[in-house]
């Protein structure tokens, strides 16, 4: 265990979650560079100490908020299981686009998450949480396509390939918000702006609709077998 892994002190489910919308709020207040535990405690109205005990440093911290951002997004995709494939995929779209009244909170935290992210190629802990964040959306745009295709809603395809176009589309368009969102340039920021909904309306258009098998398809194949 390294010398600042997380003590062996549990986190009531309430402290935890308070802490880590705590945690949220700062990020958007200060951004990563500037994060401090002292700016999360004062966000959650706790001891600077009361982190230290649960968590231990920022870094591990930031590791729990990063898993617990994970379990947040497996609650909503969990919530929509009794949905048919398409209604779940457009979901999980969805959720990977701003809301059109969240622009603020969205590019701040945006910003924020990847400056973290710029942290992982340098650090294990939280390069692992990311890769365990990312494999667990592509894994789920990939279930939801295999269900899909098991319920005849969708044409045979590699559920896997086309789980990492949908994530690798959406991650780069809002990643694109996020960084260009600061140009001079109108016309460049209003771009890198609508980026995320621009590639959700696209992949609606040339991945979604071209997953669904057409109405007429299954008629087709029962009329040709009477046929033979």
Do not use: W
């Not at 650090?123 to 745009?141: G, H, K, S, W």
């Amino acid at each position: 265990m390294s010398s600042d892994a997380t003590p062996d002190q549990s986190v009531p489910d309430e402290v935890h979650d308070e802490l880590m919308q705590a945690t949220y709020r700062a990020l958007c207040a200060h951004g990563y560079a500037d994060l401090t535990m002292q700016r999360i405690a004062d966000e959650a109205g706790k001891s600077k100490s009361l982190l230290h005990y649960h968590y231990g440093t920022k870094r591990e911290l930031l590791v729990s908020f990063l898993a617990y951002l994970l379990d947040r997004f497996e609650e909503k995709v969990e919530a929509t299981e009794g949905d048919a494939p398409p209604e779940r995929l457009r979901f999980l779209l969805d959720k990977m686009a701003p809301d059109e009244d969240d622009d603020g909170d969205y590019d701040r935290f945006g910003l924020a998450l990847m400056e973290l992210r710029t942290q992982a190629p340098h650090d294990e802990a939280y390069r692992e949480q990311i890769a365990q964040n990312e494999a667990a959306i592509r894994e789920r745009f990939a279930d939801i396509v295999r269900d899909g295709i098991e319920q005849g809603v969708f044409r045979e395809v590699d559920a896997d390939q086309t789980a990492s176009l949908l994530f690798a589309a959406l991650d780069g368009a809002r990643l694109q918000r996020v960084i260009v969102s600061g140009s001079d340039a109108d016309d460049v920021t209003r771009s890198a702006h609508d980026a995320p909904h621009d590639v959700r309306a696209a992949l609606e258009t040339f991945v979604v609709s071209n997953l669904l098998v057409d109405d007429g398809e299954g008629e087709t194949s029962v009329a040709t077998e009477g046929d033979e």
